[in-house]
Each structure stands twice: as structure tokens, then as C-alpha cells.
């Protein structure tokens, strides 16, 4: 099972030595979110990862910088979605990924990108009023039903209230990884988070 970790939507202390460090642990999918940043202050953040993790790194906005740079893929918002954007700057390896928020969007959508998040699983840790939608076995069985392709990417990834504790649900149901955010940004030592979360995958870097 894979570990994915999303950025908090607002800068926090020391938060690209943090997120650099996660990465030579091993962390193998860095989303960055940053909601109303520029293109400069997205460019500038990126340039202070080391170069050798940029392809680990999924960007939710200003999607160009993907292919000048070098990084991992595109996550696609709602709001992208809405806008039926289709000529996204894609190269051989670079991903693409979205979010959605029920099974019948899984079912008839999932095929169009590589992997794609679900939520929310759990009451999400991040977002007050942002209640669990989901009953497990229901979500496994559907999980069950869809064909497995072997890719690097995840197909179907749990978000929303993922901590360690529910990490052997998340897998029982099926889930292909575990997006987590609150459970790392939220812990005073974002890294010990991290890795306990990943003791617990036993994810790692090839």
C-alpha cells in the first residue's frame, strides 16, 4: 500500500526542510496544494526541494511548472474538472490524478487518470464539519469489482482522516494507498508522524 502526502493548504514553519526530509525517508508521492498562490510562489517552493525528489512531487495548481520542471505529475481539481480543461502538459511518466467524493464517480471515471483520491473515508482531521461519507464494506466491495492494472500509481486512494490506527481498515477495504494530512501537518513533529505512519505501510523507495 502506498503512502501519499498532501501539503497543508497554507504555509507552515521550516515546511520545505520538513517535506525534503520526509522524501529521503522514503516518501514516495508529495502533493502540493497551495491554494491561491502565484506561479512564482509555487516555482520558489518547488525550487527548494532537492532536485533529485522533484519527480516525487504532484502539483494541484499552476500545472505548466510540471513539465518545465521535471515534476512527478497533475492533480486535477473540481473546479479544473468543471472547466473540461483538456490539454494538460503532460510527458511520458508524469501523472494525472483528481479527487472524488463518491463510488459512482469511481466507477465510471476512474479510467481517465492514473490513480484518483476518495473521500472522505474517515471525519477528516483538517477540515472542521468534513464527516466520514462512506460505509467500508460498501467501498470494498466496489473496490473489489474494479480490474487492477500494474502501475506505479495507486488506482483508488483513501483520504480524509487517515491515522495510523486506520491504516489496516484502509487496506482491508481494498484501498490501493492512503493519502493522509492532518495526521503529519498537525503533529508537532511532522516527521515522526510520517514515519510512523510509514512503519506501518512498510512503504519504500525503490
Do not use: C, N
Not at 511518466?93 to 479510467?111: D, N, V, W
Amino acid at each position: 500500500m502506498k503512502l501519499i502526502l498532501i501539503s497543508p493548504p497554507h504555509s507552515v514553519a521550516d515546511e520545505v526542510p520538513l517535506v525534503s526530509e520526509m522524501l529521503e525517508l522514503g516518501l514516495a508521492r508529495f502533493h502540493v496544494r497551495k491554494p491561491g498562490w502565484s506561479h512564482a510562489e509555487m516555482a520558489a517552493y518547488v525550487a527548494g526541494i532537492p532536485a533529485q525528489y522533484h519527480s516525487r512531487l504532484v502539483l494541484h495548481s499552476h500545472h505548466a511548472l510540471v513539465p518545465e520542471l521535471g515534476l512527478g505529475g497533475v492533480h486535477l481539481t473540481a473546479a479544473t474538472r468543471a472547466a473540461r480543461v483538456t490539454r494538460l502538459p503532460l510527458r511520458a511518466g508524469q501523472t494525472l490524478s483528481t479527487s472524488f467524493h463518491t463510488l459512482a464517480e469511481i466507477s465510471r471515471h476512474r479510467r481517465r487518470y492514473d490513480y484518483v483520491f476518495l473521500s472522505p473515508i474517515f471525519d477528516s482531521l483538517s477540515k472542521e464539519q468534513y464527516a466520514a461519507a462512506f460505509d467500508l464494506q460498501e467501498v470494498a466491495a466496489v473496490l473489489r469489482q474494479l480490474p487492477h492494472r500494474a502501475t506505479y500509481a495507486p488506482q483508488v486512494v483513501a483520504l480524509g482522516g487517515i491515522e495510523a490506527h486506520r491504516l489496516a481498515a484502509v487496506q482491508q477495504a481494498g484501498f490501493a494507498g492512503a493519502a493522509v494530512l492532518g495526521a503529519v501537518w498537525q503533529s508537532p513533529d511532522p516527521v515522526a508522524a510520517f514515519r510512523s505512519l510509514q512503519s506501518i505501510v512498510g512503504q519504500s523507495v525503490a
